[in-house]
């Protein structure tokens, strides 16, 4: 219970005196569970607010918070990283909830920012760096949030950082080191936090699963001090940040320089990843790299090479040309609704094992062949979806109200206005818009694809396993045919059993092409191929 000082009414009371009252509302208040911290921790944020102590006690309070409040956005924000979207009801209200508490905490450092600057007051004037580099922790932490959940950063945040960067910059700050939390001898500062949020958006965190953000989250905070802001470059063009503007860094030439404009300069950053990459190349460890203890390296040298080419290269120049292609293109999701669409048959791919009846067997002798009567095509429906642009290999497209949730690395089949087929495709990238819109970026698979069904082989011992959905993706000129097997399936030099039509086929497993959330691309090597009707019976 805070204790009004002298003269002052109980209502118009801080709500916290000091740092020692904070240690005893959090000695008592329920932290345990993430949901409750977040929400104990920014009701208790806007009480300050309401009825703040001293600055200076309200700069102790809030430091004393900043580990409750970092674990509890951490626990919390396990329930939208990486789901797939739209999210669900709980999903959703995790991330207001871990939004609202962060964006409490900005605004509490800011007003102690405004008290120190505008006010001139002379407890705060010693900390003008500290609060800083915390309000703009708090606005970079509510930008990462967006990106785990996939959500469209408002451009007010990307407006309130580059503010607090102008204001630190002119008060001499931008580089003063301060400790990273109370009585910490890690230090920070206003610019690499800055640095870091730039860095982590040019990485095209949307495109990025939950574990590489994690990863590219933790390097850009390392490495943010190798990048230089300044005035001009070396180089005729390069990434650039508007400080007067609200939105995020572009490529952007020399001569379009304001005075509020910022280039990259990454030739440092550039020499760094490179000889990391080249070291992982080698067969040196991670962790020795000063990468991480939890980074795997054939899958660090992979992210490194693709975050050399998004923070020091060119945006990439397409293959194929994009066109806008206004319209609709039919969408299904699933491996069971896409073999469908595909033009599958529902009997002898469904769940159970693919044994013969009776009847089969009678046909079977009888025609050399089970009828088609109990194969007819599954029906489907497909969600229609505005096209926003295509190219001969991806799609770009827009969703607006309710429908099927969609996952980054997912197999989807499009088929865009006035096509005949459907066609395999990969989310790549997608992303809720402030309008609550779903768009996704679609990668298609090389190939035409042909769905068939698909099981481990059988030895004639004991019951088959049952055939899954499959696909058979024709080899592009040049290439070799792939097969699509659900996620999971892949194990190298095994050999399955295909059901083409009437026909079983015997092919090899040899190597894993691309992993995906519901899927594996396979390269393989077909065996022998032998009718239906010369199949044992199980």
Known sequence: MAVSPPGVALSQAPALMDVKACEQWLAHASLADPRQACQALTTLLEELEERPPHEAAHLEILERLRDPIAIAN????????????????????????????WTAYARAFRR??????????????????????????????????????????????????????????????????VPVKRRSAHMASLEKVYLRALLIELANPYSLSARDLQWTRRWAGLWGHKVELGLSLSAPQGYAVDLAGEAPPSWTRLEAAAPTLRFLDTT???????????KLEAGEDPDALGLGKDVIGEDAARLLAQLLRAWTEPPTTRQ???????????????????????????????????????????QIAIYGAVADAGEAKPSFTAEKWDTLDESANGFKLRRK????????????????????????????????????????????????????????????????????????????????????????????????????????????????LQHGADFDRVAFTACDQQSAAEQPSP
């Open 320 to 362: 194929f040309a994009r066109r806008i292609a206004p319209g609709r293109t039919e969408l299904v999701v699933g491996l069971d609704v896409i073999h469908a669409a595909c033009g599958g048959k529902l009997s002898r791919a469904a769940g159970g094992h693919w044994d013969y009846s009776r009847r089969d067997a009678e």
């Open 401 to 512: 109200g309710a429908g099927e949730r969609v996952a980054h690395r997912q197999l989807v089949a499009a088929k865009p206005q006035g096509a005949r087929a459907f066609i395999l495709s990969e989310v790549r990238w997608l992303c809720v818009g402030i309008d609550r819109a779903l768009t996704i970026g679609a990668h298609a698979l090389p190939g035409l694809a042909e769905p068939v069904s698909a099981r481990p082989r059988w030895a004639g011992r004991g019951a088959p396993e049952p055939f899954v959905h499959a696909f058979l993706i024709s080899s592009l000129p040049g290439g070799s045919p792939s097969l699509v097997l659900p996620a999971g399936r892949f194990q190298q030099g095994r050999e399955l059993e295909l059901r083409v039509n009437d026909e079983v086929r015997r092919v090899r497993l040899d190597a894993l």
């Open 268 to 278: 440092a950053l550039r020499r760094s990843v490179k000889a990391r990459v080249r």
């Open 112 to 177: 102690l920012l405004r008290a120190a600057v505008e006010n001139g007051e002379p407890a705060m004037r010693p900390h003008v760096g500290l609060l800083c580099e915390r309000a703009a922790s708090c606005t970079a932490e509510l930008i990462t949030t967006h990106y785990r959940a996939r959500r469209e950063v408002d451009s007010e945040h990307w407006q309130s950082l580059h503010e607090l960067y102008r204001l630190a910059d002119a008060e001499g700050v931008a580089e003063q080191a």
């Open 74 to 101: 951490t626990a919390h924000a396990r329930k939208f990283t990486g789901r797939p979207l739209p999210l669900r009801d709980h999903e959703a209200q995790a991330f207001d909830e871990v939004f609202d508490l």
